[in-house]
C-alpha cells in the first residue's frame, strides 16, 4: 500500500498545477459545507440562547380572538384577560412561582434636552423572575409603589445610553409622555432577542401606573407566567388554562392563549433545521462538481499514460493493481483538497465570528461529514477511470503513442 501511495504522489506531482486545480473544486465544495452548516448552527444557536434568554421555564398568556357579529378581531382583539386573571393565577396555580401582568405601548421619553422613543411595559416585581433578569443597581418598585401607581421607572440599558450619556440616572426624573416619573433602577444588559428586538430599549414602570396615568388601560394584553421548574411546565399550562377558562366561562372557543418558551424553541429549532439542511444541500453541490472535475482529470491521466499501464501489465502487474492505482490518486486529490477545505472553513468560521455580529457554529460532526463526503466523491467519482485504466488490453496499449 505504501507502494501505491508513493506512486500516487509521484504521479499527482508530474502535473502539480493540474493536480491543484483539480483539488480546488473539492477545496471550495468542503469549505462551503462547512462553512454553511456553521452559519446554520449559529443561527439556531444565537435564536436558542436568545428565547432562552425570555426565560426558560416562561408561560406566555394572551388575549385572544372575539367573535362579534361573526367578525373574528384576531389575536388581542377579545381584551379578556384583566388583573385579576392574574391574581387568580397567583393565588390557584400552584406550579407557578411567578405570575407578571404585562402591559406594552411605546411612548417618547424625554431628559432635559434628551429625547428618544421606547417600549413601555407595565408590570410587577415578578417580571424579573419570569424574564429571567436582574437589576444592574438600585432597586425594582415595590408592592406600595404599584398600589398607588407610583410615578418610578427602571430603565434599560440602551435607554440609559440614548438620554443620559453617561451619567448616573438613579434619582434623575424622564418624562414617559406627559407624566414624569423618578428613575430608581437600571436593568442589566440583555442584547437583541431571536426576533432582532433590541431588548434593552425598554422602560418598565408599575402596571397600575401604566393603565391608569399614563394609557388609560382597562385590561391586559399578556399576563407571563414562569413554572416552578422544567418538569412542571406542562401542569402550569395546564392550570392556567384551567383556571382562566373557568374565570372566562369559556364555553367553545377560548378567548386566550397559552404558550411556553419550548414551544418557540421548538419552532425555532425546527426552522434552523430546515435553514441548515438547505444551506448544505446548496453548497453540496459543490463537491459535485468537483468530483466530477476529478473523474474528467482521471480520464485525461488514463489517456496520457496508456503506455505506462501496458509496460506495468506487460511485466506482471495485475488489474488491480492498476485500478488501485487510479483510484488512490483519485483518492489523494479528493482528500487532500477536503484537508485544505476544512482547513480555510475553519479560518473563514473565525473570521467571521471575530469581525462580524452574525456567530458561526463549526461542529465536530460537520466537518466528519463533509471529510467523508469528499472521500466518497473521492471513490466514486475515481472509480470508472480507474476501471478504465485495469481493463487496457497490454499489447494495444504498448503500440499507442
Keep these: 500500500m505504501i507502494d501505491v ?21 473539492m477545496i471550495i465544495g468542503v469549505a462551503a459545507v462547512i462553512t454553511m452548516l456553521a452559519l446554520g448552527n449559529g443561527a ?32 388581542f382583539g377579545s381584551e379578556s384577560l384583566t388583573v385579576e386573571d392574574a391574581e387568580a393565577l397567583r393565588q390557584e396555580a400552584d406550579a407557578l412561582m411567578a405570575v407578571a401582568p404585562l ?93 432582532g428586538q433590541n431588548q434593552d430599549d425598554t422602560v418598565l ?49 377560548a378567548d386566550f392563549t397559552v404558550r411556553s418558551q419550548a414551544e418557540f424553541a421548538e419552532r425555532a429549532a425546527e426552522s434552523s433545521q430546515v435553514f441548515t439542511a438547505l444551506l448544505a444541500g446548496i ?14 482529470i482521471m480520464l485525461v491521466s488514463v489517456t496520457e499514460r496508456i503506455k505506462e499501464i501496458g509496460i506495468r501489465l506487460a511485466v506482471g502487474a495485475k488489474k488491480r493493481d492498476i485500478r488501485s492505482q487510479f483510484l488512490v490518486e483519485s483518492i489523494v486529490m479528493s482528500l487532500t483538497g477536503g484537508g485544505l477545505g476544512v482547513f480555510f472553513a475553519l479560518l473563514a468560521a473565525q473570521v467571521a465570528t471575530r469581525y462580524s455580529q452574525w456567530p458561526m457554529l463549526v461542529e465536530p460532526g460537520s466537518v466528519v461529514l463533509a471529510f467523508t463526503f469528499s472521500a466518497a466523491v473521492g471513490v466514486f467519482f475515481g472509480y470508472y477511470p480507474a476501471v478504465k485504466a485495469s481493463r487496457l488490453d497490454p499489447i494495444q496499449a504498448l503500440r499507442s503513442e
Excluded at 501511495?5 to 480546488?24: G, I, K, Q
Aim: with cysteine; glycine share 8%; proline share 1%.
Design 283 to 296: 453548497a453540496s453541490v459543490s463537491l459535485l462538481v468537483g468530483g466530477i472535475g476529478i473523474m474528467n
Design 205 to 253: 414602570v408599575p402596571y397600575t401606573t401604566a393603565m391608569k396615568r399614563m394609557f388609560s388601560l382597562t385590561s391586559l394584553r399578556t399576563i407571563l407566567a414562569s413554572a416552578k421548574d422544567q418538569d412542571s411546565v406542562a401542569l402550569a399550562q395546564q392550570q392556567i388554562t384551567e383556571i382562566l377558562q373557568r374565570r372566562h366561562r369559556n364555553t367553545q372557543e
Design 103 to 195: 402591559t406594552q405601548n411605546s411612548s417618547q421619553l424625554v431628559y432635559r434636552n434628551q429625547n428618544w422613543n421606547s417600549s413601555i411595559s407595565g408590570t410587577n416585581a415578578d417580571f424579573l423572575i419570569a424574564r429571567n433578569w436582574e437589576l444592574e443597581r438600585g432597586r425594582f418598585f415595590s408592592d406600595r409603589e404599584i398600589r398607588v401607581s407610583a410615578k418610578v421607572c427602571v430603565l434599560g440599558s440602551s435607554v440609559v445610553e440614548n438620554l443620559f450619556a453617561g451619567d448616573d440616572p438613579i434619582g434623575k426624573t424622564i418624562r414617559i409622555g406627559s407624566v414624569p416619573c423618578e428613575v430608581i433602577g437600571v436593568l442589566k444588559t440583555k442584547g437583541e432577542s431571536g426576533f
Design 44 to 75: 439556531k444557536a444565537s435564536v436558542q440562547a436568545s428565547i432562552a434568554s425570555l426565560g426558560t421555564n416562561t408561560l406566555m398568556i394572551s388575549s385572544g380572538s372575539v367573535n362579534r357579529g361573526g367578525v373574528r378581531s384576531g389575536a
Design 5 to 25: 501511495l508513493r506512486l500516487a504522489f509521484r504521479a499527482l506531482a508530474r502535473n502539480a498545477m493540474r493536480t491543484l486545480l483539480t483539488m480546488l473544486g
